[in-house]
Each structure stands twice: as structure tokens, then as C-alpha cells.
């Protein structure tokens, strides 16, 4: 899953990264977006790509909002499958966290090469404004250890399809969401001050070395 990430950086050269010719301006720095948070999405026209904000997580009357999908069943299921053939959207992000299960460690994610990450995204429209979801998928190694679930990273080479409203072929689909290649990402672990969304600060970030380490040095 894909429950809590970063946006951090200056949003002029974050825009400039991602091939954005307008909207920068909503790119807003965070190092604890959550669930229900306002998120830049991109989103593609004739004129270029837009960064737009939005609403994290389909919501609907009868359940909880939906901040994640699953990339195996995204073309089938009611709830995303018309937004995933007419409405896909980057979501950029520098990085995101991910909490071990067998002890709640939380450890944070961002690409090796220092870029910014998108997330494969859909998004709706619900009366004047736009809610998004996060793509997800089998981990990579990355994740081992850490997680069953990540979100769909694309690169840069994929964008233009992903951002096309031409409906994407089978092989095409599975190509896009599966996991992004071993070694794309670098981790360590961070200070369990990031599992509350009232804390956002830098320091949420910076390494830390988790109890379950320590005490097998001795």
C-alpha cells in the first residue's frame, strides 16, 4: 500500500523534472502527506502536463475513502474501472514511508538518483472538485522485508502513455503497473514520529536506528 509520502523541493525545478508547464504553484511542501490531504496530480492535455490539486482517496457514501488501488484489479472493479480507462494521472511525490508489519518500524522510500517519483494515479471529479488515488502492486526488492505492497512507480519513458486518453492495451496495462526495477529505490529507517499526521517537519525523514536492530547487536 501507499499510505503516507514527501513533497519536498522547489517547485519550479520539481516542475521543470516532470515535464509540467503549468501549475507548479501547487506543489506545497510536506513531509507527511496523509489520506484526505490536498496532493498535486498531473494530469495532460493538448498544451502539456498541469499539475492540478486534488483530494487523496475516492470517497463514496457508503465506505471509506479509497487511497489505494490495486493494479490487478483496477480495470474490473466498479469503483476505479471508468477513472482507469478515461482519467489516469501522474502523482509526484520525493518519497514515501512504509511501516514494517512485525514491529511497526516505519522506513522511508525515495528513488536512488534523487528525482522525483511519480505514482501511477487515477482521479474523478466530484462536483467542483477532483479526488485521486494511488496505484499499487507486487513489491520489488526494495520492499523486501518491509512491505507486500508499493506504489506503481513510472519512469519518465512511460509517462506519455500513462497520460494519454487512449485506452491502454492488456500487454500495455501489465507493463505499466508491475514493479518498478530492483535498485530503483533507497531506504532507512525513520523515527515513528511520522505516524502522526501532526507532525510534518524535515527531521521526519532522517535516519534512525530502529530498536529491533539494536538489540540484536548484543
Excluded at 520539481?14 to 484526505?36: C, D, I
Excluded at 466498479?78 to 508489519?101: D, H, I, K, Q, T
Excluded at 526488492?141 to 492488456?170: C, E, K, N
Amino acid at each position: 500500500m501507499c499510505g503516507r509520502f514527501v513533497c519536498k523541493g522547489e517547485p519550479k525545478k520539481v516542475a521543470q523534472n516532470l515535464g509540467v508547464v503549468a501549475g507548479e504553484e501547487n506543489w506545497t511542501t510536506s513531509y507527511n502527506v496523509a489520506p484526505g490531504s490536498t496532493i498535486p496530480i498531473i494530469r495532460a492535455d493538448p498544451a502539456g502536463r498541469h499539475m492540478v490539486p486534488a483530494s487523496w482517496g475516492f470517497t463514496s457514501s457508503d465506505r471509506a475513502p479509497l487511497f489505494n488501488a490495486r493494479g490487478e484489479t483496477i480495470d474490473s472493479l466498479p469503483s476505479f474501472r471508468n477513472a482507469f480507462r478515461m482519467s489516469r494521472c501522474l502523482v509526484p511525490a520525493s518519497g514515501f514511508y512504509e511501516w514494517r508489519p512485525s514491529d511497526r518500524q516505519p522506513f522511508y522510500f525515495e528513488r536512488l538518483d534523487g528525482q522525483p517519483l511519480a505514482f501511477a494515479g487515477i482521479w474523478k471529479q466530484v462536483g467542483n472538485h477532483l479526488q485521486a488515488t494511488v496505484i499499487t502492486t507486487n513489491p520489488n526488492a526494495d520492499m523486501r522485508g518491509v512491505h507486500d505492497r508499493m506504489p506503481v512507480i513510472l519512469s519518465p519513458d512511460t509517462w506519455t502513455s500513462w497520460l494519454s486518453a487512449a485506452p491502454l492495451s492488456d500487454s500495455l496495462r501489465q507493463s505499466l503497473l508491475s514493479p518498478s526495477p530492483d535498485g530503483t529505490l533507497s531506504r532507512w529507517p525513520v523515527g515513528r514520529g511520522v505516524g502522526s499526521i501532526r507532525n510534518d517537519y524535515p527531521g521526519l525523514i532522517d535516519p534512525v536506528e530502529p530498536p529491533a536492530i539494536a538489540q540484536e547487536l548484543f
